[in-house]
């Protein structure tokens, strides 16, 4: 490669006007300069302002807001100091309900784009709180030399940059307060330089109403460090728990190192807390998991996404369900509540024990567990061969199109899909009507406020 190719790009330096047309599906404002595409960060329809280049490709250029000349009336003021900064969350400018209407428009676009449907009845926007609702994440730590300080936080947009950041409007609030608590913390440490990254993981003390949550949260920081840990930084971390109240997990290596470093007890494990439904008289769940599971971002959305997914099954005592891709058996368990069995199956052997222990631990004896490939061919698995009457899928971002273009060998009446990527629902969609399913209806789910990220259910019925 030559050297002028390895050089940098240069970009214009005078910022220039533009009028924004549209928002783009990830949520960039969407205009054109002199007839070429450009997406404008932190701009909206309808506005005009004026912008500097971050990046020029053939096809479209990419530039950031530098001023507002003419405000749109859905801009609003971010809650949080760094939005503009940030790369946690891009849409701190665009108001909650503008972001609920962004998001519908991106699943019934790739509804109809990609997968060529356009007739199902739209779900309501499923909402909740906007601001400090986020108990997992992985924040970014650096110590840096020049400043002889620590950041720690989530990555700037478009850059590998952490952002200098005092507090956090999306992670629940006991997390937010501890950013700064934090930066003085590992500044202090001798490992300073060798600790690259905390993840946060926050479970429930006890099962409350979803308006009560902030009350009854423990939080566990699990802190990823490259060197040992010497006598004299492990009291500082002994010190930081008992007086923000939180516990300490220490990681070494790969995610099998991690393990409990303070409180010193054997309770390494955190809770949260499925309440019962008003209409049904059954009992609480209760789901236990380590640190470093996956469980949902949002614990308020959660529970209003498997009261709609138990409501779009439709469940009747009679049900044979099958669960694709349960996790800790977040579905399943509501559903073993309702139907006369239940089969969860999920790729990770460590995830099924546990959706096998919870079960145990509510008294669930209608419900089994699989773990399984779920991309590659199932026919020798016993869990495939019986007849379900109906299905619950909840794939990760590449979709299931392994098993939807296989779905008539399991025959599902109807078929609840979750999913937290539009494009590969719309194709999956559209695999399941040619296996002769119709979408009956769908919609978004707010789980990630302020982001563009878009969490969408939808229901596919067989066509008789």
């Not at 972001?99 to 991106?106: A, M, S």
């Not at 719309?426 to 209806?441: I, S, V, W």
């Amino acid at each position: 490669m030559s050297k002028s190719r390895r050089r940098r790009q240069k970009l214009p330096a005078e910022a220039v006007t533009i009028c924004i047309e549209r928002l783009s599906h990830e949520g960039r404002g969407v205009g054109k300069i002199d007839g070429k595409i450009a997406f404008v960060d932190g701009a909206l329809p309808g506005e005009q302002v004026t912008a500097v280049y971050t990046s020029q490709r053939s096809q479209y250029d990419e530039l950031k807001v530098q001023d507002i000349l003419l405000a749109s009336p859905q801009r609003v003021t971010p809650p949080c100091a760094v939005a503009s900064i940030c790369g946690g969350c891009v849409l701190q400018h665009l108001s909650p309900m503008a972001q609920l209407e962004l998001k519908q428009q991106v699943l019934t676009d790739q509804l109809k784009h990609s997968g060529g449907i356009s007739e199902f009845t739209v779900l309501p926007a499923m909402a909740g709180d906007t601001e400090h609702y986020r108990r997992k994440a992985r924040l970014a730590v650096r110590y840096v030399h020049k400043k002889a300080d620590v950041l720690v936080g989530f990555r700037e947009a478009a850059n590998t940059f952490i952002t200098d950041m005092q507090h956090c409007s999306v992670l629940v609030r006991p997390v937010a307060d501890l950013i700064s608590p934090l930066r003085v913390l590992i500044l202090s440490l001798d490992a300073c330089r060798d600790i690259p990254q905390i993840e946060v993981a926050v479970g429930e003390t006890r099962c409350v109403p979803s308006e009560q949550l902030s009350q009854a949260l423990r939080v566990a920081l699990v802190l990823r460090h490259l060197a040992p840990l010497g006598d004299a930084d492990r009291q500082r971390l002994q010190q930081f728990a008992d007086l923000h109240g939180i516990e300490w997990f220490l990681q070494s290596g790969g995610p099998d190192t991690v393990q409990k470093f303070w409180p010193e007890d054997d309770n390494t494990s955190l809770f949260y807390y499925l309440p019962q439904r008003t209409d049904s008289g059954l009992p609480a769940i209760t789901m236990e998991f380590q640190p470093g599971d996956f469980t949902q971002v949002n614990a308020g959305i959660n529970r209003l996404m498997i009261d709609q997914a138990l409501d779009l099954l439709d469940l009747q005592p009679q049900d044979q369900v099958l669960d694709l891709f349960c996790g800790l058996g977040n579905f399943t368990l509501a559903i073993a509540q309702r139907c006369r069995t239940v089969t969860g199956v999920e790729g990770s052997d460590d995830m099924v024990k546990r959706a096998a222990l919870n079960a145990q631990r509510n008294g669930i004896t209608n419900a089994s567990f699989h773990a399984a490939d779920l991309f590659t061919d199932f026919d020798q698995q016993t869990w495939a061969k019986p007849a379900y009457d109906k299905l619950l899928l909840d794939p990760p971002r590449s979709g299931a199109i392994e098993i939807v273009s296989r779905i008539r060998e399991l025959l599902p009446r109807k078929i609840v899909y979750v999913s937290c990527n539009p494009a590969t629902l719309a194709r999956d969609a559209a695999e399941l009507h040619r296996q002769g399913y119709d979408l009956t209806c769908a919609g978004v789910m707010d789980m990630f406020p302020h982001t563009g990220h878009v969490e969408s259910m939808a229901l596919f019925v067989l066509r008789t």
